[in-house]
């Protein structure tokens, strides 16, 4: 089983970058995707996540309208567009997933990990 984010980088207040999870080793389509992320000296925090079968999207009140979790299961690969970024977006971000169920903001309920990639806004 492996969970392979990239996409990260440095970027601008106001860009955009586009993160993409690259899944193998498993059915990625039997499991619920998030995207949580981690700044220095502070605890993983939930970003957003998406159902495993219907497609529902959730995300956190402070990336609402700017953040947007996607899914294509023939590539095995989710994603997360980031548009409007902030300086206080800057983190690691993982992407997670967790069998036949909706997106949880509790890292523990999470059965896989990636290893993250550093985004870094600018301001």
């Known amino acids: 089983v492996q969970l392979v984010e990239s996409g990260g980088g440095l970027v601008q207040a106001g860009g955009s970058l586009r993160l993409s999870c690259a899944a193998s080793g498993f059915v990625f389509s039997n499991y619920g995707m998030a995207w949580f992320r981690q700044a220095p000296g502070k605890e993983r925090e939930f970003v957003g996540g998406i159902k495993w079968n219907s497609g529902r999207t959730d995300y956190t009140d402070s990336v609402k309208g700017r953040f947007t979790i996607s899914r294509d299961n023939a590539k095995n690969t989710g994603y997360l567009q980031m548009n409007s970024l902030e300086p206080e977006d800057t983190a690691v971000y993982y992407c997670?997933?967790?069998?036949?169920?909706?997106?949880?903001?509790?890292?523990?309920?999470?059965?896989?990990w990636g290893p993250g990639t550093q985004v870094t806004v600018s301001s």
């Open positions: 997670a997933v967790r069998p036949l169920s909706a997106a949880d903001v509790s890292p523990d309920m999470y059965d896989y």
